[in-house]
């Protein structure tokens, strides 16, 4: 588990196609604190350190992640963001994240507002339904407050101390964004459904 509070920028510094890909990711963690076999959520993705260094881990990914996530757009040089696992004690800053992405949304519109970034997306016509106003979300693992939502586009406001300390100061129009929806509002719908 997770709480989309990401605490390091890392960067992809090698992809490897060796029946599943594997990634190496330089990070800023103090590696002899990282146990092999930890979860580490890699742009929102929950990976399991299979190897590490003294600045850098591997993960190995299967087709499935790839093929569910924004991570066949991975190349080296790009920075991803970076959350550890969260540790019971922890303080739960964000909301709780699984790091099981739901699907790739896509960026529509960056614009900038005072020194703030308003940024709209459209999610996936299956889980549009599970976004609400005021609502959370994991993109790219950061936890966020939905602004507004207009069918399948949903908008959110980017501060300057989260674009500093995360990737999204670098967001573009058509950039694919892993989308996890909101656990409690999934319950929520199914209860409904049930109903």
């Not at 076999?37 to 591997?58: N, P």
């Not at 994240?97 to 519109?109: M, N, Y």
């Not at 207009?150 to 990737?167: L, S, Y």
């Not at 967001?171 to 109903?195: F, K, M, S």
């Amino acid at each position: 588990m997770f709480t989309g509070i990401i605490t390091d920028i890392g960067t992809i510094t090698d992809l490897k196609q060796e029946g599943d890909l594997r990634v190496r990711i330089s990070t800023s963690y103090d590696t002899g604190g990282i146990d092999m076999g930890a979860s580490i959520a890699s742009d929102g993705v929950c990976l399991t350190v299979i190897d590490l260094g003294a600045d850098w881990y591997d993960v190995q990914v299967s087709a499935e992640t790839v093929s569910k996530t924004n991570l066949s757009a991975w190349t080296v040089g790009r920075r991803v963001n970076l959350e550890r696992a969260l540790r019971v004690g922890d303080e739960l800053g964000g909301h709780i994240v699984s790091g099981h992405v739901d699907g790739v949304a896509e960026v529509v519109s960056v614009v900038d507002e005072g020194d703030s970034t308003r940024v709209q997306l459209r999610a996936p016509e299956d889980l549009a339904r599970f976004i609400a106003p005021k609502g959370s979300v994991a993109l790219n693992g950061t936890s966020l407050t939905v602004n507004e939502v207009q069918g399948a586009v949903f908008g959110i406001n980017f501060i300057p101390h989260t674009k500093e300390v995360t990737t999204w100061g670098d967001v573009a129009v058509g950039d694919p964004v892993n989308l996890e929806i909101d656990t409690l509002a999934r319950y929520v719908a199914r209860l409904a459904e049930a109903g």
